[in-house]
């Protein structure tokens, strides 16, 4: 099965070159990267020109003018430019372990959609992540982490379970399956027949509500919270605006409460204009 990965980002090449270092030692080798970039300057471009050239990887750029926060709207135009029938949504502050596309290939099932979660780094522990340490799979072990500023932690095994163990703590866990856009998985027709994100949402929740839409369409989530595993590396949040949050809230409960399953404002409405 061939993968399209959605990777959103916005002026952050450091962090987005450890992830793009992650993607290019997947076991699984049948994938396009498509890089959601929702206004970032110049040096993101060059980053990803450079990085095509080091790693071979199939990169494009679908690239938005930069006015304001408007990520829902950036990842609708990479769905609507992913080649492959099943889609990843993740964020370019998230590098991969080596078997995350294998492990999204291996539980996709029609009718259902996958959400996984991530492994929060602190600000050292981020910096302190090299392509060596990616590439060599150091920066995923308990041991590396503990050394490199990370500090003992009850959620370790979030990262450290093996195949089968991960299994059953993604068949036993209570938390619910809601759809996190920095590690989900669906099929690009699910994608479609909801119309997308919500492009009048802006940062908090807006992933969660695109996963209501598609539990009301019928499609059923599947945790791979265990088993699809991404390190999140740290970062300032000056985008988040309490009452912005707080009305997305509102706007997912009723669509849940009343079995919305597609929005007004979504793929279908992207005109031209930026």
Known sequence: MQISVIISTYNSPAWLEKVLWGYSCQTHKDFELIIADDGSDGRTAGLLERMRAETGLAIRHVWQEDKGF??????????????YDYLIFTDGDCIPRKDFLQVHHDEARPGHYLSGSY???PMDTSHAISKDDILSGRCFEVSWLRRHGLGLWRKLYKISLGPTAARLM???TTTKCNLKG?????????????????????????????GVRLINAGIIPKHVRYNAIVIHLDHSRGYVDPERVKANRELRIANEKNRVTSTDFGIR??????
């Open 170 to 172: 993604n068949r036993l």
């Open 269 to 274: 409405q992207l005109g031209t204009e930026d």
């Open 119 to 121: 492994f929060k780094l």
């Open 70 to 83: 408007r990520k829902c709207r950036i990842l609708n135009k990479a769905v609507l430019q992913a080649q």
């Open 182 to 210: 920095s590690n989900a998985s669906a099929w690009k027709a699910d994608v479609l027949k909801v119309n997308g994100f919500d492009e009048r949402m802006p940062w908090g929740g807006e992933d969660r509500e695109f």
